[in-house]
């Protein structure tokens, strides 16, 4: 059965960037000197346009990408340290196209890992449908391939198959880029139920600060070359903007943005300069 694990403020599912740089062979520095820390159990979203090296500080914590400089620590050990393969049954990955495999139905996608790490297929698909409930997908659907599922489906497949060997760390990268409007908000309630039930360690990547704001309860904004322009939590980004670029990134100067926070029936909401909620600050 799939169970919800908590682990206390000494569990080993923090994560420590330490003066990570990565430039490439062609001379490109997608990340110049990054630091930060994400707790145990928290959000944290980078957030940045094309070129802010966020999906690359991301791919370091599994080592889809060894930085040039510096290092990413789990519980104090670098990564680098750790095989490859095993770091990565342990860490949940929910790529922005979904990374289905098309041979394999929705219940085998979601028990793979699971498989591989030595637990039965019948053990594995038993807990793939527990996943599937959670993500909010019927089990009709179980038995379907991905070409046979809307892209909102895909996507919740892909969460219920990164949970499947109840990682400590969830990696998402542009998780709900690729849906429309309304799905994406879809989704994004459904993360947010996710979380509140399993307490992983979440690092985001995403363009959209809205989304970041909605999900996270840190937000890294990041210039190009992952340079830090203002790191804290979405209502300290909000209230005091660090720069020109950081408030212009976030909207505050735009019309019909002006984003702000208000307090309504006990919640801390994000509303835009309409009035319009746009996310809830936890």
Do not use: C, W
């Amino acid at each position: 059965m799939v169970e919800a694990h908590r682990h206390d403020s000494g569990g080993s599912v923090g994560i420590e960037f330490k003066h990570v740089g990565k430039t490439y062979a062609d001379g490109t520095v997608a990340v110049a000197d990054f630091s930060h820390h994400v707790p145990s159990h928290g959000t944290v979203a980078f957030v940045g346009s094309s070129g802010s090296g966020k999906t690359t500080l991301l791919r370091m914590v599994n080592r889809m990408v060894d930085p040039s400089r510096g290092a990413v620590l789990i519980d104090d050990e670098d990564v680098r340290e750790l095989d490859k393969v095993r770091l990565r049954r342990r860490i949940g990955y929910v790529p922005q196209a979904g990374g289905l495999l098309p041979h394999r139905t929705v219940v085998d996608n979601v028990a793979t890992v699971p498989v591989l790490n030595g637990m039965s297929r019948r053990a594995a698909r038993s807990d793939a449908a527990e996943l599937l409930a959670l993500v909010g997908l019927d089990q009709s659907l179980a038995q379907r391939y991905p070409a046979q599922l809307s892209g909102g489906q895909q996507q919740r497949v892909a969460v219920a198959r990164a949970l499947a060997s109840d990682p400590n760390i969830l990696l998402m990268d542009e998780p709900f880029g690729a849906v429309d409007p309304i799905v994406r908000r879809d989704l994004q309630d459904q993360m947010l139920r996710i979380q509140a039930e399993l307490a992983k360690t979440i690092v985001i990547v995403t363009h959209d600060i809205d989304e970041a704001f909605r999900l996270a309860d840190d937000v890294v904004v990041l210039r190009a070359g992952g340079v830090v322009a203002q790191a804290g939590s979405p209502q300290s980004i909000l209230a005091s903007p660090a720069d020109d670029f950081v408030r212009d990134f976030v909207g505050a100067d735009r019309p019909g943005r002006n984003l702000r926070t208000v307090d309504v029936d006990g919640r801390r909401l994000v509303v835009d300069g309409e009035g319009r909620p746009v996310g809830v600050l936890r």
